[in-house]
Nanobody, 124 residues
Framework: QVQLVESGGGLVQAGGSLRLSCAAS????????MGWFRQAPGKERELVAR????????YYSDSVKGRFTISRDNAKKMVYLQMNSLKPEDTAVYYC?????????????????WGQGTQVTVSS
């Protein structure tokens, strides 16, 4: 397993940008596919972006496609989520998570390691 710690959240105005970072520890980080989830109050946890272990494939939810970009640096054991053109509806706690699975319908139960989350608040 890997241990994950997110950072980079904060308060931003609509239309602004934030870059979330996820630092991983553990020798097997480069073998995991990684994802970013978010959860707003009263809503289910949503997988918004994911990337394969080598970085060659990515997937985005329709709600963030074209605005968010996921990337990773295996040498540094880091995963990033660049968020542009932020909207108030992007307000949520964002979580980094690791999985060995890769298929179309991945959900939270497919991910074995989670960070503690970082709050993103977008004001209108």
């Amino acid at each position: 397993q890997v241990q994950l710690v997110e950072s980079g959240g904060g308060l931003v105005q609509a239309g602004g940008s934030l870059r979330l970072s996820c630092a991983a520890s553990g020798r097997t980080f480069s073998t995991y596919n990684m994802g970013w989830f978010r959860q707003a109050p009263g809503k289910e946890r949503e997988l918004v972006a994911r990337i394969t272990w080598g970085g060659g494939n990515t997937y985005y939810s329709d709600s963030v496609k074209g605005r968010f970009t996921i990337s990773r640096d295996n040498a540094k054991k880091m995963v990033y989520l660049q968020m542009n053109s932020l909207k108030p509806e992007d307000t949520a706690v964002y979580y980094c998570a690791a999985t060995t699975a890769w298929r179309l319908d991945l959900g939270p139960t497919d991910f074995s390691s989670w960070g503690q989350g970082t709050q993103v608040t977008v004001s209108s």
